[in-house]
T-cell receptor, first 110, second 113 residues
């Protein structure tokens, strides 16, 4: 079992829909959770960064962490064609490397 | 300082040649990470530094790979005797300290022909 599991998609949704992206993980010691957005042939761009269980909102984006289930989510409201990208979940211990999921390819259909 | 800078952005090399990539982290970021990413995969950890000390190397990092961060600022990643399987995007990231946000550069895309 990989440390971080993420469905690679692709996931296609119509413009304006709510998008839900998810990751599961196996190491209950992970403390820091991140979501990155990556456009083709570009470096990952940090979208959300959370430490504890619960929700964190930033504009159209909401990150959710459920440590008891070892499950994290990213919700995108009012999705736009410009949101079409690969979304990477990532996590780490306090004093360790960052581990990434494979990424989910998202297509927002105009 | 606008972010993590990586050079070159693209590199095409012949099999067997040596290549070196450079990463300039965000100023005052103590942690620096190198990752490799192939098409359709997430970034795979290679190595990371705390200032000039290399704290961990992945088993992915064969003897042909070496990284250093001599003064705790910029870092270089060298690949000796390149192979076609080394073709990938090489990404650098930095963070102030453990447990803080990590920011990535735009990557160096290596093509070995």
């Amino acid at each position: 079992q990989k440390e971080v599991e993420q469905d690679p998609g692709p996931l296609s949704v119509p413009e304006g829909a709510i998008v839900s992206l998810n990751c599961t993980y196996s190491n209950s010691a992970f403390q820091y959770f991140m979501w990155y957005r990556q456009y083709s042939r570009k470096g990952p761009e940090l979208l959300m960064y959370t430490y504890s269980s619960g929700n964190k909102e930033d504009g159209r984006f909401t990150a959710q962490v459920d440590k008891s289930s070892k499950y994290i989510s990213l919700f995108i409201r009012d999705s736009q064609p410009s949101d079409s990208a690969t979304y990477l979940c990532a996590m780490s211990l306090r004093d360790d490397k960052i581990i990434f999921g494979k990424g989910t390819r998202l297509h927002i259909l105009p | 300082d606008t972010g993590v800078s990586q050079n070159p952005r693209h590199k095409i090399t012949k099999r067997g040649q040596n290549v070196t990539f450079r990463c300039d982290p965000i100023s005052e970021h103590n942690r620096l990470y190198w990752y490799r990413q192939t098409l359709g995969q997430g970034p795979e950890f290679l190595t990371y530094f705390q200032n000039e000390a290399q704290l961990e190397k992945s088993r992915l990092l064969s003897d042909r790979f070496s990284a250093e961060r001599p003064k705790g600022s910029f870092s270089t990643l060298e690949i000796q005797r390149t192979e076609q399987g080394d073709s990938a995007m090489y990404l650098c990231a930095s963070r102030v300290w453990d447990g803080t946000e990590a920011f990535f550069g735009q990557g160096t895309r290596l093509t070995v022909v």
